[in-house]
Nanobody, 117 residues
Framework: QVQLVESGGGLVQAGDSLRLSCAAS????????MGWFRQAPGKEREFVAR???????AYADVVKGRFTISRVNAKDTVYLQMNNLKPEDTAVYYC???????????WGQGTQVTVSS
């Protein structure tokens, strides 16, 4: 059974930092692309960041310079370091895994991030 389990969400104030983790199990994911999406109340789910097995990364413009994605291939784990958080970052953050950009094979259940001003 494939599982993606997110952790690290919480309630913080603007300017604070959080580090999200996603642990994948049930299959070897070292060759997969791993990434993060988020969805705020009443809004569509949006892409946040992705990372290839090689370490190459891509980010949404609104998080560039503030968020950093990383992975440990041997552990099938991906992280999202979020610095200088803003109220507009408030959302449920979802871990995702796929073999090609734009093609998600598995989703996590999400972790809530709330940023107050």
């Amino acid at each position: 059974q494939v599982q993606l389990v997110e952790s690290g969400g919480g309630l913080v104030q603007a300017g604070d930092s959080l580090r999200l983790s996603c642990a994948a199990s049930g299959r070897a994911f070292s060759s997969y692309i791993m990434g993060w999406f988020r969805q705020a109340p009443g809004k569509e789910r949006e892409f946040v960041a992705r990372i290839w097995w090689s370490g190459e990364t891509a980010y949404a413009d609104v998080v560039k310079g503030r968020f950093t994605i990383s992975r440990v291939n041997a552990k099938d784990t991906v992280y999202l370091q979020m610095n200088n958080l803003k109220p507009e970052d408030t959302a449920v953050y979802y871990c995702a895994v796929g073999q090609r950009p734009g093609s998600v094979s598995y989703w996590g259940q999400g972790t809530q991030v709330t940023v107050s001003s």
